[in-house]
């Protein structure tokens, strides 16, 4: 992947742009920085290949689509091994409600950011993560606002 020194002030341009409206055409991110559609095409592509743009979405406000039910799950367990994390990753790839999860250092081993419908939802998918294999301690702080949800400060 390209360092950080490869990015020039127009690729960065380039990916604030996109991190706050992938939406936009070839041709508003070209005229916004100072280019045209082909360079900027050029260089878009570019860090798509280096792999720093992952890929293009859109947001989408979870309780409008009922899922309005936002869980981080801490995950604990006594179990370090290889197979281990890889058993564990395939039930994390498995399990649709998990949109985001992160290995961690610390006394928490994994957080798992949850979205579900409702309490009885979330209920459903624990009894589901604590079945698939042994865990130490699965702690669960359920979110009351998002406070902030915003692009890389690049």
Excluded at 135 to 150: D, G, P, Q
Aim: charged letters at 30%; glycine letters at 4%; one cysteine or more.
């Amino acid at each position: 992947m390209a360092a950080d020194k490869d990015l020039d002030r127009v690729d960065r341009e380039i990916l604030r742009l996109l991190s706050v409206d992938a939406s936009l055409s070839l041709a508003e991110i070209a005229d916004k920085v100072g280019l045209t559609a082909t360079p900027c095409w050029k260089r878009i592509r570019r860090m798509e290949q280096l792999g720093i743009i992952l890929r293009r979405v859109a947001l989408i406000d979870p309780a409008k689509v009922g899922l309005g039910v936002s869980v981080f799950v801490a995950v604990e367990t006594a179990d370090h091994s290889a197979d281990w994390l890889d058993r564990f990753a395939k039930v994390v790839a498995g399990m649709t409600e998990i949109v985001d999860a992160w290995r961690m250092s610390g006394d928490v081993d994994y957080v798992l950011h949850v979205v579900v419908p409702d309490i009885a939802a979330y209920d459903g998918f624990y009894r589901r993560l604590i079945e698939a294999l042994p865990l130490r301690n699965v702690t669960s702080r359920f979110a009351m606002e998002r406070m902030k949800a915003a692009p890389l400060p690049i």
